[in-house]
């Protein structure tokens, strides 16, 4: 992590661009635009700082890029920041599924508009992939992290248990190891 | 709706949102429960359509719910169900991102990173792997799937081509 001592601070305006940049962006899912903002085009953050906030994210309620949104506005802009970060990342996409519920309202589910959904979708999907592996190349070469990457991964994924349950049992095991790690 | 409905759906959504540890998708059983079955505000199909046509707007996954509102009660009820995902956020988010800037030596803090960082990292393996086999039905499916994998890491294309082209390949019926 950046040391606290750091005076990078970052304007309100210039956060409230970046994330309206990634709401717009975000079909499908709003973490690949969020890295692709962050880490690789601004470079506000690294690859594991972003991880870490994400995962911080993950462990609190609502929607984790929201939750990710504040830490990263209020770390750069204080909670002015964390507002600005909001406005950008959740207004626009109001103002959009506003015109989408009149459009609804009106032509109901086209099917053309539902199969451009399902081949959009795919492709949705295989970009998570491709954030997975791209964050996984920020991880330790030890056999411990890799662990639980596994299980985190089988369980949810393979065996499809409930989220809660296996963050839940995971976490804190995954903390306690990590209790006297240093780098 | 009208007024005392609007808050109830509010107070609602407030609860859920407190518990929606996961993300956005963990909720969806308890808002249908409560619109569909328990209120009867709408149907089953108009919730499926909903959430599916919020799939194809920009923002958070969490915007279904912003649909939802609007469709039952335009802006009163996307701010009913909207303005409750921003309260866990601006209270236990703030604090956690405050204490973690604070003291981000503090052996806890630097536990919880990094034990927490391959968790999260085998969860978003599990999303993409039940999101890919949810969605594609063929090896076609697989081949775009692949090739946007290789686009994406190998050229530095804009990633919103690719959602394009598969836009196209689905309005095509290749996918």
Redesign the interface.
């Given at each position: 992590?950046?040391?606290?001592s750091d005076p990078s601070r970052i304007s309100r305006f210039a956060l409230f661009l970046a994330f309206s940049r990634i709401?717009?962006?975000?079909?499908?899912?709003?973490?690949?635009w969020a890295r692709?903002e962050l880490v690789e085009r601004q470079r506000w953050l690294t690859d594991?700082e972003f991880?870490?906030l994400?995962?911080?994210?993950?462990?609190?309620?609502?929607?984790?890029?929201?939750?990710l949104?504040?830490?990263v506005g209020?770390?750069f802009g204080g909670?002015k920041g964390?507002a600005a970060g909001?406005a950008g990342?959740?207004g626009?996409?109001?103002l959009?599924?506003?015109g989408?519920?009149v459009l609804?309202?009106q032509y109901?589910?086209l099917p053309?508009?539902?199969?451009?959904?399902?081949?959009?979708?795919?492709?949705?999907?295989?970009?998570?992939?491709?954030?997975?592996?791209?964050?996984?190349a920020?991880?330790p070469r030890r056999w411990q992290?890799?662990?639980?990457?596994?299980?985190?991964?089988v369980?949810?994924?393979?065996l499809?248990w409930p989220?809660?349950w296996?963050?839940a049992g995971?976490?804190p095991w995954?903390?306690?190891?990590?209790?006297?790690?240093?780098d | 709706m009208d007024r005392r409905d609007l808050g109830a759906l509010f107070l609602h959504m407030l609860a859920l949102w407190f518990v929606a540890i996961g993300g956005p998708s963990t909720i969806v059983p308890g808002i249908h429960r409560y619109l569909v079955e328990v209120r009867r505000v709408m149907t089953n199909a108009e919730f499926v359509e909903l959430y599916t046509l919020a799939q194809v707007a920009p923002g958070p996954n969490a915007m279904y719910v912003a649909l939802l509102g609007w469709h039952l009660a335009g802006w009163a009820g996307m701010a009913a169900t909207t303005i409750p995902i921003l309260v866990p956020a601006l209270t236990l988010t703030l604090l956690a991102g405050h204490l973690n800037e604070r003291y981000p030596n503090a052996p806890i803090a630097l536990a919880i990173r990094r034990g927490l960082a391959p968790v999260t990292i085998g969860l978003m393996f599990a999303s993409a792997t039940v999101l890919l086999r949810g969605v594609n039905h063929d090896w076609r499916g697989y081949l775009l799937t692949l090739l946007t994998v290789f686009l994406v890491l190998r050229k530095s294309l804009n990633p919103l081509w690719l959602l394009a082209a598969g836009a196209l390949a689905g309005i095509a019926g290749l996918v």
């Amino acid at each position: 992590m950046r040391p606290n001592s750091d005076p990078s601070r970052i304007s309100r305006f210039a956060l409230f661009l970046a994330f309206s940049r990634i709401s717009l962006s975000s079909f499908g899912g709003a973490m690949f635009w969020a890295r692709r903002e962050l880490v690789e085009r601004q470079r506000w953050l690294t690859d594991r700082e972003f991880v870490e906030l994400l995962s911080l994210g993950q462990l609190l309620p609502g929607p984790n890029v929201l939750n990710l949104t504040v830490m990263v506005g209020y770390r750069f802009g204080g909670w002015k920041g964390a507002a600005a970060g909001i406005a950008g990342f959740l207004g626009w996409p109001c103002l959009v599924v506003a015109g989408m519920g009149v459009l609804y309202q009106q032509y109901g589910a086209l099917p053309e508009v539902q199969r451009a959904l399902a081949g959009m979708s795919i492709v949705a999907a295989a970009l998570l992939l491709t954030n997975a592996i791209k964050l996984s190349a920020a991880l330790p070469r030890r056999w411990q992290p890799w662990l639980f990457v596994l299980l985190a991964f089988v369980f949810v994924g393979v065996l499809r248990w409930p989220l809660i349950w296996v963050v839940a049992g995971l976490s804190p095991w995954a903390v306690w190891i990590n209790r006297k790690e240093s780098d | 709706m009208d007024r005392r409905d609007l808050g109830a759906l509010f107070l609602h959504m407030l609860a859920l949102w407190f518990v929606a540890i996961g993300g956005p998708s963990t909720i969806v059983p308890g808002i249908h429960r409560y619109l569909v079955e328990v209120r009867r505000v709408m149907t089953n199909a108009e919730f499926v359509e909903l959430y599916t046509l919020a799939q194809v707007a920009p923002g958070p996954n969490a915007m279904y719910v912003a649909l939802l509102g609007w469709h039952l009660a335009g802006w009163a009820g996307m701010a009913a169900t909207t303005i409750p995902i921003l309260v866990p956020a601006l209270t236990l988010t703030l604090l956690a991102g405050h204490l973690n800037e604070r003291y981000p030596n503090a052996p806890i803090a630097l536990a919880i990173r990094r034990g927490l960082a391959p968790v999260t990292i085998g969860l978003m393996f599990a999303s993409a792997t039940v999101l890919l086999r949810g969605v594609n039905h063929d090896w076609r499916g697989y081949l775009l799937t692949l090739l946007t994998v290789f686009l994406v890491l190998r050229k530095s294309l804009n990633p919103l081509w690719l959602l394009a082209a598969g836009a196209l390949a689905g309005i095509a019926g290749l996918v």
